[in-house]
């Protein structure tokens, strides 16, 4: 009974429970019964499985929902959308049917043949360490951009693997073997961009200021010009921005960097010197002269002429032409004019608009500013030293020298002509110095010069333009020595009617004193014992300066103390300069002559 009374519950009572239990089951999750059903989940957007873009990790999930790839360089830092390379996967953005378990690829990835190593359908597993990614081929992205000289397309890809990291610029580009940098290697890139000695070491942003790694702009089929302002505000590239392949090489315009010159892109400059791809005449090895304009080199703007303003007298200092002197500046004769960069990208070279910088605040030139001048260059004229301002024992050049003056020297010495152009020729307000001198005169005193007044090339030439004024040595250049009346020398003659008085006094003093006998070469005036008995020889300038040094204040005084004669100082008598005709001179009160007092010319 029992038995069969419980079979018969049983198979009635089960039925409304199960009812019951459906009923929960598929209502629970509208009533938010929490741990009955799973609630339902739409997906309205990339990231809602994977991120858009998928998180870039070194291992699947780590972090925490990455995968192993590259997607984060290509759509955030470049901007690159999925359909780039998965196509249409979003069915019109709202049935996202790529979730099949494989991962989609387009046959042709951006254009022509590039594509992905695995295919275009392969299957998606969560184990990735990045091994088992494959590689893009035949993708402009990872190109040369384009061909040589800028007339085709592409030529050269790379195949970087998905999930490597980040690329140097060269993985993609190429670049000079010698090089570490990645600049490209095509056209004028290295010269540019390239580290090596005598270039530029530019970033990218210098002429492509909208472009480069990291910019939406990276390979987006343009090469986008725009070349910074601080090479020149209106600077620009005649291409301006353009598609790869199409057009060739262009030139850049108005640029600081090559002044009014417009230099095409791609010009092989490898073998010339750092800075004769500029200006000057294109060498490997060149002199001095050959930086500079002029001749067969040029400015910046292909110029030559020594009238133009940027040419001028370039040669003629760099080559020291007219032949007046051999040297200018120790470091190179550009030095003495401008500020010559360790590198050609330091501040001041190429950062700023014709005209060059012609001897800026912070220049230390050799000649220029010799005497204290402050050297400057205003409307095509210099105030320097070389041609007269501040020239010692001379009178001044009153007109600064115009640059592009092609006929201001002749190489020719002459007085009225070439030495005038910088000096009094002949100075005949300094003594020795009459006026009356011809060039033929100019070597008594100066015997570095020749007998027609040129220079020997050398030491003789260095010692035209040196801050000097330098004369011969010898004490009997000038005159006799001791000096005496009809010495036949030009410069002076000692005062008096007769040979006596200075033979008499030097003679007397060499053997009463015990002194060798006198050195035309060897001697000096400056404190020389035996002159300065008589004549004030403690300071150099003494000698040579149009006066006739007695010692003693006012040259009345005559000798020191221990030699007067009695109580009263001993007394020179006389007017220095004058003839013995108009006052006579004589020694008193001096011990050597006792109580007399003598005249200058009677001995």
């Known amino acids: 009974?029992?038995?069969?009374?419980?079979?018969?519950?049983?198979?009635?009572?089960?039925?409304?429970?199960?009812?019951?239990?459906?009923?929960?089951?598929?209502?629970?999750?509208?009533?938010?019964?929490?741990?009955?059903?799973?609630?339902?989940?739409?997906?309205?957007?990339?990231?809602?499985?994977?991120?858009?873009?998928?998180?870039?990790?070194?291992?699947?999930?780590?972090?925490?929902?990455?995968?192993?790839?590259?997607?984060?360089?290509?759509?955030?830092?470049?901007?690159?959308?999925?359909?780039?390379?998965?196509?249409?996967?979003?069915?019109?953005?709202?049935?996202?049917?790529?979730?099949?378990?494989?991962?989609?690829?387009?046959?042709t990835i951006h254009s022509g043949s590039g594509a992905y190593s695995k295919g275009t359908s392969f299957a998606q597993t969560n184990d990735l360490d990045g091994s088992g990614l494959g590689t893009c081929s035949n993708i402009y992205c990872h190109s040369n951009v384009q061909a040589t000289n800028g007339t085709a397309a592409a030529d050269t890809y790379a195949s970087p693997q998905w999930g490597?990291?980040?690329?140097?610029?060269?993985?993609?580009?190429?670049?000079?073997?010698?090089?570490?940098?990645?600049?490209?290697?095509?056209?004028?890139?290295n010269q540019h961009a390239g580290s090596q000695a005598g270039e530029l070491n530019y970033t990218c942003t210098v002429c492509h200021n909208n472009g480069g790694d990291g910019n939406s702009n990276h390979a987006n089929d343009t090469l986008n010009m725009d070349i910074d302002n601080t090479y020149g505000a209106t600077a620009a590239y005649s291409q301006g921005d353009h598609t790869p392949g199409s057009g060739g090489y262009g030139n850049c315009t108005t640029s600081y960097c090559h002044g009014s010159g417009s230099p095409a892109w791609g010009t092989d400059l490898s073998t010339y010197d750092t800075c004769t791809k500029c200006h000057g005449e294109n060498a490997a090895l060149p002199t001095e002269?050959?930086?500079?304009?002029?001749?067969?080199?040029?400015?910046?703007?292909?110029?030559?002429?020594?009238?133009?303003?940027?040419?001028?007298?370039?040669?003629?200092?760099?080559?020291?032409?007219?032949?007046?002197?051999?040297?200018?500046?120790?470091?190179?004769?550009?030095?003495?004019?401008?500020?010559?960069?360790?590198?050609?990208?330091?501040?001041?070279?190429?950062?700023?608009?014709?005209?060059?910088?012609?001897?800026?605040?912070?220049?230390?030139?050799?000649?220029?500013?010799?005497?204290?001048?402050?050297?400057?260059?205003?409307?095509?004229?210099?105030?320097?030293?070389?041609?007269?301002?501040?020239?010692?024992?001379?009178?001044?050049?009153?007109?600064?020298?115009v640059w592009t003056d092609t006929s201001l020297m002749t190489g020719t010495p002459d007085l009225a002509g070439d030495c005038s152009k910088c000096h009094e020729a002949p100075p005949a307000s300094l003594s020795p110095h009459t006026?009356?001198?011809?060039?033929?005169?100019?070597?008594?005193?100066h015997v570095h010069f020749n007998n027609d007044g040129t220079l020997t090339a050398g030491a003789n030439r260095a010692l035209h333009i040196n801050g000097v004024v330098d004369y011969s040595a010898d004490c009997d250049s000038c005159h006799a020595y001791p000096p005496f009346v009809g010495d036949g020398k030009t410069a002076i003659n000692p005062e008096g009617k007769s040979d006596g008085a200075h033979a008499k006094h030097v003679n007397h003093i060499i053997a009463v004193d015990g002194l060798a006998a006198l050195n035309a070469t060897s001697d000096t005036y400056q404190n020389h014992p035996v002159c300065g008995y008589c004549h004030d020889t403690t300071i150099a300038g003494n000698h040579r300066d149009n006066d006739v040094d007695m010692k003693g204040p006012q040259y009345t005084t005559l000798f020191d103390a221990a030699l007067k004669f009695g109580a009263s100082d001993a007394i020179y008598n006389g007017t220095v300069g004058s003839d013995h005709t108009a006052t006579l001179k004589t020694c008193s009160n001096i011990a050597c002559h006792f109580t007399t007092t003598p005249e200058w010319q009677s001995y």
Not at 14 to 30: D, Q, S
Not at 341 to 368: C, M, Q, R, W, Y
Not at 435 to 445: I, P, R
Request: with cysteine.
């Open 164 to 189: 490597s990291g980040t690329l140097a610029c060269d993985a993609c580009h190429g670049q000079d073997p010698d090089e570490t940098d990645g600049q490209p290697n095509s056209g004028s890139h």
């Open 289 to 401: 002269a050959q930086k500079a304009p002029g001749d067969a080199g040029t400015d910046t703007n292909g110029d030559s002429a020594a009238t133009d303003a940027q040419v001028g007298a370039h040669q003629a200092h760099m080559t020291l032409a007219s032949g007046y002197t051999d040297v200018l500046n120790a470091s190179g004769n550009c030095n003495e004019c401008h500020i010559v960069p360790s590198a050609v990208g330091d501040a001041g070279h190429i950062d700023s608009d014709l005209p060059a910088e012609v001897f800026p605040g912070t220049i230390n030139p050799d000649k220029a500013d010799l005497n204290s001048v402050v050297p400057s260059y205003s409307a095509g004229a210099c105030t320097v030293y070389c041609h007269g301002a501040d020239m010692p024992n001379s009178t001044d050049n009153a007109t600064p020298p």
């Open 435 to 445: 006026g009356s001198e011809t060039l033929s005169d100019c070597d008594t005193c």
């Open 1 to 107: 009974m029992n038995q069969k009374r419980g079979k018969k519950w049983g198979s009635r009572a089960v039925l409304p429970v199960l009812i019951l239990l459906t009923f929960i089951v598929v209502f629970a999750g509208g009533f938010g019964l929490v741990g009955i059903a799973e609630a339902q989940f739409t997906i309205g957007s990339c990231a809602d499985c994977h991120g858009n873009p998928p998180a870039d990790g070194s291992a699947r999930n780590t972090p925490a929902g990455a995968v192993v790839g590259s997607h984060v360089k290509h759509v955030t830092d470049q901007g690159i959308a999925c359909t780039f390379c998965h196509g249409d996967t979003t069915s019109g953005g709202t049935d996202y049917a790529h979730r099949n378990g494989n991962i989609e690829m387009l046959a």
